[in-house]
Each structure stands twice: as structure tokens, then as C-alpha cells.
């Protein structure tokens, strides 16, 4: 027997407690919306959810924030999508803006960098979490291994923008069913849930609601609605503006990361990285990994580090505006663009979901993304940790990246990043206390004199 429905106000109580608790990246909150919306509520079963969940990995964007909003929108329509992502993104968001304030105006202060420089450590620390979780559940063949390996190579050593990466592993992935190529079947992760409650036992039951039937009508005008929603600013201020001004290039640049975004928070700050330090000069390598440090520590998904590059660029170059202001307009902007299509993702393909179910090319050129995306995640890394350890570089024609020069080689931050790698490798630290403890070390290592 389903539970009575709660009322849009109950609904969106739920969805501030989780995105007020929404820690720990994308694993870690997708696990959180299990245990309140599953074995807590029963507003909807492991079936349902595990469903919802795999299509929005499909998605481009944060998955976590897309299965909120789809969720919300079985439950209230589009309504209670809307609050359900707002809900979900808003103290992220919130926190990040008010932290690149601080960064922006303060980061220079030595107590401030020695923090910043502690949480480098850590940080790489994650992120190379990241690159054996990831590697170790998808790269089973020898062919997902070598698309890896080019990935990293590609984007590396000769700088291929990372969706021509994505776009290259996809196409891969369906030639290997069109040709029968081994080694592409698709990797499944552990089950989210260790409680199991069945459909008919919850809130939404095993029917499918009325408004969650495919409507073509319904769904260009949804269409129509965000597309506008999406893409009026960026149109509007390239117009305006011109395409050099910063506002313009913040709305194209992140407008179309939020389409390219596959695999996860991790894989697509390489892109990040590359063009908003290499390519507009918004800022240093550095200040990338202190940003994503502040976006560890934060709720909400990981990508709201986007917000903290538009803040910056936008407070570096704010024309006729007060650079506090224009950082704000900035990283405004950058959320905008960056969140608005998840919305539009779910409203318009969710109802046609079903006919993703069970198609074998669709789940090799997946299986081939993930495999590039451990390559570009291995690729961020190593990038980011040779621009701590070395403090100068030389650039060599035809590579992607400097060389480090050896003289410039920073021992206190070697050594940080190695105690970083040591406690989440080998004593299993969790990310919040690897950043906390990383961060005391790098004022401690600044008192002393050594950082």
C-alpha cells in the first residue's frame, strides 16, 4: 500500500536537509539521497531509484543534482523538480560564493596561503582517489585500458580539448558493437543500498504517474522554455558585449562545459583547467586547486568549483564595474549557465527514459567515455601536482604542458602531497578530515618557516 504524497512545503524541507548535508562528491551524496528518500521516506523503491540513477549518469552534468530534480519532478511535476535542484544547489552555492569573495580579497595574507597551500596536498590526494576508484571498476580489458591511456596522452601531451576526447571514446565504443570488438561489455558498480525496499512499498508506488507519460507537446514547450532560459543570456551578452568581453566568454565557455560534462566533476576541471588557465588566462594552476579544495569542503556537487573560476575571472577583468561586483555578476553568470540545462535534461528526456533501457551501443560508447575519463581525471593530477611541486616551468613547442624546471623542485610541498597520499591510501582518512588535517599542516609548515 503507497503513502500518502507530502505537500510541495514538506517536499522542499526534505530537499534543503539534503542539500545542506550533501558532502563527500557525487558518491557520497547519491548515497545520502538513498538513505532519506529510500529507507527513510519510502517516497520511491531501489528499482525506481536505481532506474532514475542510471540515466542521469548518462547525462552530462552533476549525476547527484540531476537525480534530485528528477525525483522532485516524479513526485510534483515540474514544480517540485525546480525545488528539488534549487534546494539541492543552493548552500553550495551559497558557501562558494561567499569563500571566492574571502579567496579574492584575502587569499594573499600568509596565514591564508599557507591554509591554501596545505589543502593543495589533499586535494591531489582526492583526486587521485579518484583516478584508482574509477580505474579499478572500469578499466577490465586491455581495450578500455588503452583508451585510457590515450585519453591521458591526448589531452596531456597534445592538448586535445577534452570533448573531442569524449566525443572520439564514444564513437569507439559504438564501432566495438557494430564490429563485435571484446573487451567493451558494460561495468556495473556495487549496489547503492543495503536496506531493500520494494516499489510497492513506497510513496510512488509501481505505477507511473500521469504526468511522467511522454507528451511531444509537452515536452517542446519544456524545451522551448529552458532553452531560452539557458541561452538568452549567452546570446544576449555576446551581442552586447562583444564575444572578447569576460561576461561573454564566462556564458559560452561554461554553457558549453554544461554540455560536455560527462564522467564526473573530476574529468571535465582537466578541461577546465586547461582553457581557463592556458587558453583566457582567468587564473594560475594553483589557484584551480585551491578552488576545488574549496569545493571539497563545501556541500553541494563538485562542479560548483566552475563558480569560483567565474568569480575570479570576472574580478580580475570587471571593466566599468566595481570588482567585487563584477566577481559576483561572474560567478552568477557561471552557475546560470553551468545548472539550468540539468533541468532541462530531466524534464525533457525523463519521460522517454524506458527506451534507454537495454541498449547495448548506448552502454559501450558509455563504458568507452568512462575508460578516456580515468585517462583526463589522471591527467588533471598530474598536472596540477607538477605546478605545486615545481615553481617554474619551461614551455616546449609542441607539447601541451612545461616542463618542470628540477632547480624550482618545492620539498615541503613534495612532502605534504606524499603524508596526503599516505593517510587516504593507506589509512583510509576521509576527504573533509584529509582537508582539515591538510590545511592545519600548511599553516604549521608556515610558522616555521617552510612554507
Known amino acids: 500500500m503507497t503513502q500518502a504524497y507530502p505537500t510541495l512545503m514538506e517536499a522542499a524541507r526534505v530537499w534543503a536537509r539534503i542539500g545542506l548535508l550533501s558532502f563527500g562528491g557525487p558518491a557520497g551524496q547519491i548515497a545520502l539521497m538513498h538513505r532519506i528518500l529510500v529507507e527513510e521516506r519510502r517516497w520511491l523503491g531501489e528499482k525506481r531509484f536505481l532506474h532514475a540513477l542510471n540515466y542521469c549518469m548518462l547525462l552530462p552534468g552533476p549525476e547527484a543534482m540531476q537525480l534530485a530534480i528528477y525525483v522532485g519532478w516524479l513526485m510534483h511535476r515540474v514544480p517540485g523538480g525546480i525545488i528539488a535542484g534549487l534546494f539541492f544547489l543552493a548552500p553550495g552555492a551559497v558557501a562558494i560564493l561567499a569563500l571566492s569573495v574571502f ?38 580489458s586491455h581495450a578500455l585500458f588503452a583508451i585510457a591511456v590515450g585519453a591521458f596522452l591526448a589531452i596531456f601531451v597534445v592538448g586535445l580539448p577534452f570533448p573531442l576526447i569524449i566525443l572520439v571514446a564514444g564513437l569507439i565504443g559504438l564501432a566495438a ?52 532560459l539557458w541561452l538568452a543570456p549567452v546570446l544576449g551578452l555576446t551581442m552586447f558585449l562583444g564575444p572578447a568581453h569576460v561576461f561573454a566568454q564566462i556564458a559560452a565557455f561554461f554553457s558549453l562545459l554544461a554540455v560536455v560534462t560527462f564522467g564526473g566533476a573530476y574529468a571535465v576541471l582537466a578541461w577546465v583547467a586547461q582553457e581557463a588557465v592556458q587558453g583566457f588566462g582567468w587564473l594560475a594552476p594553483g589557484e584551480m586547486l585551491d578552488g576545488l579544495g574549496l ?148 599553516i604549521g609548515l608556515n610558522l616555521v618557516g617552510l612554507a
Open 295 to 442: 569545493a571539497e569542503t563545501t556541500p553541494g556537487p563538485l562542479i560548483l568549483v566552475t563558480q569560483f573560476v567565474g568569480y575570479l575571472a570576472a574580478f580580475r577583468d570587471p571593466g566599468g564595474m566595481t570588482p567585487l561586483m563584477a566577481g559576483i555578476l561572474g560567478a552568477g553568470l557561471t552557475t546560470w549557465v553551468t545548472f539550468v540545462p540539468c533541468f532541462l535534461w530531466i524534464f525533457l528526456g525523463a519521460p522517454y527514459i524506458e527506451q534507454l533501457r537495454g541498449n547495448a551501443a548506448l552502454s559501450a560508447a558509455m563504458t568507452a567515455i568512462t575508460a578516456a575519463v580515468v585517462g583526463v581525471i589522471l591527467n588533471l593530477a598530474v598536472w596540477f601536482a607538477l605546478h605545486v611541486v615545481f615553481k617554474a616551468h619551461v614551455p616546449v613547442a609542441g607539447l601541451a604542458f612545461d616542463i618542470p624546471v628540477w632547480s624550482s623542485f618545492d620539498f615541503a610541498a613534495a612532502g605534504l602531497i606524499v603524508l596526503a597520499c599516505v593517510a587516504a591510501f593507506r589509512f583510509r582518512v576521509g576527504p573533509v578530515a584529509l582537508l582539515i588535517g591538510s590545511a592545519l599542516a600548511g
Open 177 to 228: 558493437i557494430r564490429y563485435s570488438w571484446s573487451g567493451f561489455s558494460e561495468t556495473h558498480a556495487g549496489g547503492t543500498a543495503k536496506v531493500q525496499v520494494r516499489d510497492a512499498e513506497t510513496m510512488l508506488g509501481t505505477e507511473l504517474p500521469s504526468h511522467a507519460r511522454p507528451d511531444p507537446r509537452r515536452s517542446l514547450r519544456i524545451a522551448l522554455v529552458f532553452l531560452a
Open 103 to 140: 579567496y579574492a580579497l584575502y587569499g594573499q595574507i600568509g596565514p591564508v596561503e599557507a591554509l591554501f597551500f596545505g589543502l593543495k596536498a589533499a586535494v591531489l590526494a582526492i583526486v587521485l582517489q579518484a583516478v584508482v576508484r574509477i580505474g579499478s571498476r572500469v578499466l577490465g
